[in-house]
């Protein structure tokens, strides 16, 4: 049988890998927001550059937050190449080699989606809220707040944000004076009962003047009847690579 951690990593492949996460006087913004807009617009011309290596960190862990199994593993694609291109290169099951093994489960197309919700709630949350497409499903505020990250103050715009599958999330973002995204966290609100808890939080680096996607994290707490486990996952991307119109 195979792991609840593997499970769950092979899902989080799938659903997020295309992404291309008190109030004092805040009021959701009725009309268009510099700021705002200029977050999206740099995610969106973002989104020409690609990552060639990806690095991925599974780990299971118990009630008290101990790493019960831990999977690393590395992927790497060509240039030009589609998300259905990336290989993988490298995987340790708890500190040991499993690259052979796990690479033979892709060949034999072990790592498909057969174990995945039992519903359409995640359908399409491999999309961000800075996405042109999904202003019409997004409520942001503008706090007047800052907040620090790696040594810098920005400015904070929370929101939520509803996806047509009726999944919901609410969060933050940090943005500097231009309007590009440093960091983005959010945590869905309305979860299928199997779901107890799940948050997200993305970095951004800056590309020449593109903001590109660097870290994805997401932790978690699923609980059914026979499967029950807590879910630390993160993803590194790099390498990145311009493409091709």
């Known amino acids: 049988m195979r792991s609840k951690t593997r499970i769950f990593s092979s899902l989080l492949f799938l659903l997020l890998l295309s992404t291309p996460v008190a109030l004092l006087s805040a009021q959701p913004l009725s009309s268009a927001d510099s700021i705002w807009d200029s977050a999206v617009n740099f995610y969106q011309s973002g989104t020409i550059?690609?990552?060639?290596?990806?690095?991925?960190?599974?780990?299971?862990?118990?009630?008290?937050?101990?790493?019960?199994?831990?999977?690393?593993?590395?992927y790497i694609r060509p240039?030009?190449?589609?998300?259905?291109?990336?290989?993988?290169?490298?995987?340790?099951?708890d500190g040991r080699q499993a690259t052979e093994r796990e690479i033979k489960k892709h060949e034999e197309g072990e790592m498909d989606n057969e174990n995945g919700p039992p519903d359409n709630y995640f359908d399409g949350v491999n999309v961000l809220p800075l996405a042109p497409s999904e202003r019409e499903n997004v409520i942001p505020v503008k706090t007047g707040r800052t907040s620090f990250f790696q040594g810098s103050r920005f400015s904070v715009y929370t929101f939520t944000h509803t996806y047509q599958s009726g999944a919901e999330t609410a969060g933050e973002i940090l943005v500097d004076n231009e309007?590009?995204?440093?960091?983005?966290?959010?945590?869905?609100?309305?979860?299928?009962?199997?779901?107890?808890?799940?948050?997200?939080?993305?970095t951004f680096t800056r590309k020449e003047e593109y903001a590109v996607l660097e870290t994805m994290t997401m932790t978690g707490h699923i609980s059914a009847i026979v499967f029950n486990m807590r879910f630390f996952n993160k993803m590194v991307f790099s390498d990145f690579f311009l493409t091709e119109t």
């Open 49 to 74: 550059w690609n990552p060639g290596h990806m690095s991925m960190e599974s780990h299971e862990l118990d009630r008290r937050g101990n790493i019960k199994e831990r999977w690393e593993t590395e």
């Open 179 to 202: 309007g590009f995204p440093v960091k983005l966290d959010y945590e869905f609100t309305n979860l299928p009962f199997y779901m107890k808890e799940m948050k997200c939080n993305f």
């Open 79 to 93: 240039p030009g190449g589609s998300d259905g291109d990336w290989e993988l290169i490298r995987a340790l099951k």
